[in-house]
């Protein structure tokens, strides 16, 4: 299967602790999304990167999440100092190109105690 | 910010067609109109999108209003498994937000046998 994959597919946490995603996008797209989404609304953006330049952040994202995508492949995404609030899921998804359509992984489910 | 309204949830009968509306009165000349769904526990998946013309494609139709303030995505033979959560979706253009989607809550559609 050649999708967007994501791990781990599940992730419980204690309120404090750093957590850690990785998304690895279909092979030939040069566009990666990261998107949150909580129960009952649409995915939020949180930020995007074109190759492993990341070119546009979301306001709602605060310091303590970062991402990255060395090399143009896979990316990470880091929450550090986990608080209640960050319990979501946390999708990423990737397109060919700005005006391609988005295909999505299956999420990670983040729960912090 | 650009924004689609859409029902909260909508039931239809097995193998009969869908009609799911949307309304985008706000939406720019440069906007495209984008559809994504959603099946429970899975990451969103493209279904269709447009600008100003009709669109088909081996899984809906998408129909857009003349003025571009509304359209409505069309399931041909509803089956089982198209129960999901359907979004209607504003692809900005270039000037505002380097083509990003904004997501509203969506609409469920539930399936009757």
């Known amino acids: 299967d050649t999708g967007v994959s994501q791990d781990p597919r599940h992730k419980i946490t204690k309120r404090g602790q750093n957590v850690t995603f990785r998304c690895d996008p279909i092979s030939e797209h040069n566009r990666l999304y990261w998107y949150r989404q909580t129960l009952g609304q649409g995915p939020e953006f949180l930020t995007y990167?074109?190759?492993?330049?990341?070119?546009?952040k979301s306001r709602l994202l605060s310091d303590r999440f970062s991402a990255e995508r060395p090399k143009g492949s896979f990316s990470t995404l880091e929450i550090q100092r986990t608080e209640q609030g960050d319990s979501a899921m946390y999708l990423c998804a990737s397109s060919q190109t700005e005006t391609k359509a988005q295909y999505f992984g299956p999420g990670t489910r983040l729960l912090v105690l | 910010d650009a924004k689609t309204t859409q029902p909260n949830s909508m039931e239809s009968n097995e193998e009969e067609p869908v009609h799911l509306p949307c309304n985008h009165s706000t939406i720019s000349g440069t906007d495209y109109i984008h559809w994504y769904r959603q099946l429970p526990s899975q990451g969103p998946e493209y279904v269709i999108h447009g600008l100003t013309s009709n669109v088909n494609n081996r899984m809906a139709s998408l129909a857009i209003a003349e003025d571009r303030k509304s359209s409505t995505l069309i399931l041909h033979r509803a089956t089982l498994r198209d129960a999901a959560v359907y979004y209607c979706i504003l692809r900005l253009s270039v000037m505002d937000s380097n083509y990003q989607l904004i997501w509203g809550a969506g609409t469920k559609l539930i399936i009757k046998p």
């Open positions: 990167f074109q190759n492993e330049a990341q070119l546009e």
